[in-house]
């Protein structure tokens, strides 16, 4: 079995599709920011195709709180698989869009200057919700956070807000000149949002900087889809031995993407249309039909499927009570707050059945449950409170926050690590209401700092509450 590196490319003959383009020629444009799983999957793939006749947009990748990616792909020179699977079919693909990855803790020095490149002209990030350090209800620099409060007294510089400062303002200095800084994580209005917390921290450490901000860089929302399960130790046995290749760390994933852009780009852009993005004048309705149906479906699902006893996304759709009370749910609490015509949409969760039902990916409940406190808001709170405004139904959607208040209760019971970045003080909660379920309830929608304008509504808080008691006392998936 071969090695995947450079040095393969010249002479491999076996199942994969290589890069159709000389990797010689191509330089970086593109800094991305948490180069995870999701994103070789998904924006790496479309600046492979796009490097076929732009060969000017390679990505370095950077990692900001581990090295795995960096140790992973440095000896096969960035390379990577990606695998494609749906049931039977497995088909691969040798992706070269990545050029290197370093990663903050060995290399923050050459990633601060990557940021003051001028051929680096987009700075993309897939950090996760909880990476924009934003306050409970999701709008502002939360100043509270240790890491935050680090970085702005000069103790260290790791957020991902500190992080854009520090490398904006070297780009000023050096004279990088206009950028583009382009969130692709699952978060409502994710380019102002990037765009106002980098704002808040420099306002507060770096005050001049704000202004060149406002005239030199840009910050275009998007919206990204495609299922990425986490990669297992089968996987990469099937793969290597489908490819001939010895890949330390290939990625597995499904037939669908999609990648709409806000086309908002201060300092130039690739032809993203060729490679099959969406560039649009507003990503809302793209960004809201995902987040409500797809990100809210998945968050549900996660938590109640686990409850259950599931381990897997198609394992729990096979469940017949939980799988129509996503459909109702769906369909009559989540449809009528889109903007969007009814039989689209519905058209739409069809398609998400057929993926989520894709028992190839092996999608883990577990990787999707984890960071609640930060997914929540978005996928499940802002369509409740819009419906509540106009008394529309929420027992489904109600059922979801359930879940998750009484899967976070069952992590500590067992002695379970919660990965949250509000573990601590969910961990409080759950300890000072010692068993009691409608205690705990009581407790999080009081002091959680998630549910502002929602705790004191009757009809919410008691539906949560018995969705939590007939959940934690296995009472399984109450109809809708």
Same mark, same amino acid.
């Given at each position: 079995?071969?090695?995947?590196?450079?040095?393969?490319?010249?002479?491999?003959?076996?199942?994969? @599709?290589?890069?159709?383009?000389?990797?010689?020629?191509?330089?970086?444009?593109?800094?991305?920011?948490?180069?995870? %799983?999701? +994103?070789?999957? +998904?924006?790496?793939?479309?600046?492979?195709?796009?490097?076929?006749?732009?060969?000017?947009?390679?990505?370095?990748?950077?990692?900001?709180?581990?090295?795995?990616?960096?140790?992973?792909?440095?000896?096969?020179?960035?390379?990577?698989?990606?695998?494609?699977?749906?049931?039977?079919?497995?088909?691969?693909?040798?992706?070269?869009?990545?050029?290197?990855?370093?990663?903050?803790?060995?290399?923050?020095?050459?990633?601060?200057?990557?940021?003051?490149?001028?051929?680096?002209?987009?700075?993309?990030?897939?950090?996760?919700?909880?990476?924009?350090?934003?306050?409970?209800?999701?709008?502002?620099?939360?100043?509270?956070?240790?890491?935050?409060?680090?970085?702005?007294?000069?103790?260290?510089?790791?957020?991902?807000?500190?992080?854009?400062?520090?490398?904006?303002?070297?780009?000023?200095?050096?004279?990088?000149?206009?950028?583009?800084?382009?969130?692709?994580?699952?978060?409502?209005?994710?380019?102002?949002?990037?765009?106002?917390?980098?704002?808040?921290?420099?306002?507060?450490?770096?005050?001049?900087?704000?202004?060149?901000?406002?005239?030199?860089?840009?910050?275009?929302?998007?919206?990204?889809?495609? =299922?990425?399960?986490?990669?297992?130790?089968?996987?990469?046995?099937?793969?290597?031995?489908?490819?001939?290749?010895?890949?330390?760390?290939? =990625?597995?994933?499904?037939?669908?993407? @999609?990648?709409?852009?806000?086309?908002?780009?201060?300092?130039?852009?690739?032809?993203?249309?060729?490679?099959?993005?969406?560039?649009?004048?507003?990503?809302?309705?793209?960004?809201?039909?995902?987040?409500?149906?797809?990100?809210?479906?998945?968050? !549900?699902?996660?938590?109640?499927?686990?409850?259950?006893?599931?381990?897997?996304?198609?394992?729990?759709?096979?469940?017949?009570?939980?799988?129509?009370?996503?459909?109702?749910?769906?369909?009559?609490?989540?449809?009528? !707050?889109?903007?969007?015509?009814?039989?689209?949409?519905?058209?739409?969760?069809?398609?998400?059945?057929?993926?989520?039902?894709?028992?190839?990916? +092996?999608?883990?409940?577990? @990787?999707?449950?984890?960071?609640?406190?930060?997914?929540?808001?978005?996928?499940?709170?802002?369509?409740?409170?819009?419906?509540?405004?106009?008394?529309?139904?929420?027992?489904?959607?109600?059922?979801?926050?359930?879940?998750?208040?009484?899967?976070?209760?069952?992590?500590? !019971?067992?002695?379970?690590?919660?990965?949250?970045?509000?573990?601590?003080?969910?961990? %409080?909660? =759950?300890?000072?209401?010692?068993?009691? !379920?409608?205690?705990?309830?009581?407790?999080?929608?009081?002091?959680?700092?998630?549910?502002?304008?929602?705790?004191?509504?009757?009809?919410?808080?008691?539906?949560?509450?018995? +969705?939590?008691?007939?959940?934690?006392?296995?009472?399984?998936? %109450?109809?809708?």
């Amino acid at each position: 079995m071969s090695p995947l590196n450079n040095r393969t490319l010249t002479s491999y003959t076996g199942a994969a @599709q290589m890069p159709q383009y000389n990797r010689a020629d191509v330089t970086a444009g593109i800094l991305h920011l948490g180069i995870g %799983a999701f +994103h070789r999957a +998904h924006q790496a793939v479309y600046i492979d195709d796009i490097l076929r006749s732009a060969p000017g947009w390679g990505i370095l990748g950077a990692s900001l709180r581990r090295a795995d990616t960096r140790i992973a792909l440095e000896p096969q020179d960035g390379l990577y698989t990606l695998a494609v699977r749906d049931g039977d079919m497995l088909q691969t693909r040798v992706i070269g869009s990545v050029l290197r990855v370093l990663d903050w803790a060995q290399n923050a020095q050459a990633i601060l200057a990557a940021f003051a490149d001028p051929n680096i002209r987009i700075i993309s990030l897939t950090v996760t919700e909880k990476g924009y350090c934003r306050t409970p209800s999701g709008g502002d620099l939360d100043t509270t956070l240790p890491v935050i409060r680090d970085d702005l007294s000069g103790r260290g510089l790791r957020s991902v807000p500190g992080i854009l400062v520090a490398g904006l303002e070297r780009r000023r200095r050096e004279g990088g000149g206009p950028v583009t800084v382009l969130s692709c994580d699952n978060l409502p209005d994710n380019g102002p949002t990037t765009g106002r917390v980098v704002r808040q921290f420099a306002q507060i450490s770096n005050p001049d900087l704000v202004a060149w901000i406002d005239e030199n860089v840009s910050f275009p929302a998007s919206m990204v889809d495609r =299922i990425t399960p986490a990669t297992t130790p089968a996987d990469i046995d099937v793969i290597n031995d489908v490819t001939g290749l010895t890949d330390t760390w290939p =990625i597995t994933t499904e037939p669908f993407s @999609q990648w709409v852009i806000e086309d908002n780009f201060a300092a130039g852009r690739p032809q993203f249309e060729a490679a099959g993005v969406q560039m649009v004048s507003d990503v809302r309705p793209f960004e809201m039909m995902k987040l409500r149906i797809l990100n809210g479906a998945h968050s !549900t699902l996660a938590y109640a499927g686990s409850l259950i006893g599931y381990e897997f996304v198609a394992e729990a759709m096979d469940d017949p009570a939980l799988s129509a009370l996503l459909t109702q749910t769906v369909m009559n609490e989540v449809i009528p !707050t889109l903007g969007l015509p009814a039989e689209e949409l519905a058209a739409y969760w069809d398609t998400l059945l057929a993926r989520f039902a894709n028992k190839s990916l +092996h999608h883990r409940l577990d @990787q999707i449950a984890q960071d609640g406190s930060q997914k929540l808001p978005q996928r499940l709170l802002a369509p409740i409170r819009e419906n509540l405004s106009v008394d529309r139904p929420v027992t489904g959607l109600t059922f979801g926050v359930a879940a998750w208040i009484v899967w976070i209760q069952r992590r500590r !019971t067992r002695g379970l690590t919660l990965v949250d970045p509000m573990a601590d003080q969910l961990t %409080a909660l =759950i300890d000072q209401a010692n068993g009691n !379920t409608t205690d705990l309830v009581h407790l999080i929608l009081k002091d959680s700092g998630l549910f502002e304008g929602l705790s004191p509504v009757d009809k919410f808080s008691r539906q949560v509450t018995d +969705h939590a008691i007939r959940l934690s006392t296995g009472g399984g998936v %109450a109809p809708v």
